[in-house]
């Protein structure tokens, strides 16, 4: 019981004494807002991929995307891409029919990237 009893207080010696060695936080801690986004757009309501789910068969549309050119990829879920595609800005909105009826039912991810934007969703083939 001795040894219990000093095992503890060492313990509790160690823990006091890192505790009083670090340096105190200097300066004014503040919050985050919330309110403001971290993305340099904000388009994610922007993005329609229909239908959903699907046979194979859908369109990938993006509007109000300022980007010339964005990069398309479709992956599966263990992360294999299975499609890489260039997509060009046309009439204000990027578009696409995208076919994978060729491919096993499951879940795909669809990510889309520019240079100052990304953004991923899922598609179901049924």
Request: include cysteine; proline fraction near 4%.
């Given at each position: 019981?001795?040894?219990?009893?000093?095992?503890?207080?060492?313990?509790m010696?160690?823990?006091?004494?890192?505790?009083?060695?670090?340096p105190?936080?200097?300066?004014q801690?503040?919050?985050?807002?919330?309110?403001?986004?971290?993305s340099?757009?904000?388009?994610?309501?922007?993005?329609?991929?229909?239908?959903?789910p699907?046979?194979?068969?859908?369109?990938?549309?993006?509007?109000?995307l300022?980007?010339?050119?964005?990069?398309?990829?479709?992956?599966?879920?263990?992360g294999?891409?299975?499609?890489h595609?260039?997509?060009?800005?046309?009439?204000?909105?990027?578009?696409?029919t995208?076919?994978?009826?060729?491919?096993?039912?499951?879940?795909?991810?669809?990510?889309?990237?520019?240079?100052?934007?990304?953004?991923?969703?899922?598609?179901?083939?049924?």
């Amino acid at each position: 019981m001795k040894q219990f009893i000093l095992s503890v207080c060492m313990c509790m010696a160690v823990l006091t004494a890192t505790a009083q060695a670090r340096p105190p936080v200097v300066g004014q801690v503040t919050q985050a807002d919330k309110e403001k986004p971290l993305s340099v757009e904000q388009v994610d309501q922007d993005i329609s991929i229909y239908p959903n789910p699907s046979e194979g068969i859908f369109t990938i549309s993006v509007s109000n995307l300022s980007a010339h050119t964005a990069d398309l990829r479709i992956l599966n879920v263990i992360g294999n891409e299975i499609l890489h595609e260039k997509l060009t800005r046309g009439e204000g909105q990027f578009a696409k029919t995208i076919d994978l009826s060729n491919l096993a039912k499951g879940l795909y991810y669809v990510k889309l990237e520019t240079d100052n934007f990304s953004a991923v969703r899922r598609v179901i083939i049924k």
